[in-house]
């Protein structure tokens, strides 16, 4: 299935919303749980929709769930719907194989980033468009980082100036994913770590507070205060 190019822009989006929500606790998929009374896929399309650049959005949906997400993002956005896989990986790679040949930018955003503003979408596709071949938003680490053996013990204090928590959405050039996900042997957690593992150079632009991943109740209750 290849998707439509129906919104505005030269930027295509994927959304890997295939994940189970094993974290946020009993309650079906992540993708589809209520943050202020709608589903977080929900939210995070709308604001997708919203930024300028972005042309298509294909969503990889719960296999068993694909026909009930078109019909829950039918009056939100025109997207196309895909099955996702066991792992996001697998998921980002069938939603990939859906975008219309004629997208040179391609961003990759989780669904259980669901509050991410337009703005960093944006800021992302600026940064791509601008020459970059594959772009992360990142935050600076406030906590105090250590590391710690199996046992328990601080083996070392980390120097926190160098690290940074990194989000999505994630931006490439086109040719850039396919190469890295052609490429990709082991499981990553994001896209930017595989064009890392095939040399390609990674650019940063600064993170938004609001595009935190929901992972655990505890982000559930802060996304319902932010909303
Ligand atoms: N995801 C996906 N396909 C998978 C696993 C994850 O599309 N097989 C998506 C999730 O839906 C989410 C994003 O990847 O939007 C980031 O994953 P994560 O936050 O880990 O979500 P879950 O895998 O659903 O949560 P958990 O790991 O707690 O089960
Ligand atoms: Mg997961």
Avoid: N
């Amino acid at each position: 299935m290849t998707a439509h190019a129906t919104v505005r822009g030269d930027v295509a989006v994927l959304v890997p919303a295939a994940g189970m929500g094993v974290r946020l606790g009993p309650g079906g998929p992540k993708a589809l749980r209520l943050l202020g009374g709608e589903p977080l896929l929900v939210h995070a399309v709308r604001r997708l929709a919203l930024a300028p650049s972005v042309g298509c959005i294909v969503v990889a949906a719960p296999a068993d769930a694909v026909a009930d997400v078109v019909a829950l993002l039918a009056s939100v956005a025109p997207v196309t719907v895909v099955a996702g896989g066991a792992t996001r990986q697998a998921s980002v790679a069938a939603a990939l194989a859906a975008v219309p040949a004629d997208f040179e930018i391609v961003l990759v955003h989780d669904a259980a980033r669901a509050l991410t503003p337009p703005e960093l979408v944006e800021s992302v596709a600026a940064a791509v468009r601008g020459g970059h071949g594959a772009v992360i938003p990142v935050l600076p680490v406030v906590d105090t980082i250590k590391r710690v053996s199996d046992s328990g013990s601080v083996v070392e204090t980390v120097d926190r100036s160098v690290l940074r928590a990194v989000q999505t959405p994630q931006g490439f050039r086109r040719d850039v994913l396919v190469k890295a996900h052609e490429a990709a042997v082991d499981e990553h957690t994001d896209d930017a770590g595989m064009a890392e593992r095939i040399g390609i150079p990674v650019h940063t632009v600064p993170g938004a507070e609001a595009a935190l991943k929901i992972t655990r109740p505890f982000d559930l209750a802060v996304a319902e205060l932010l909303l």
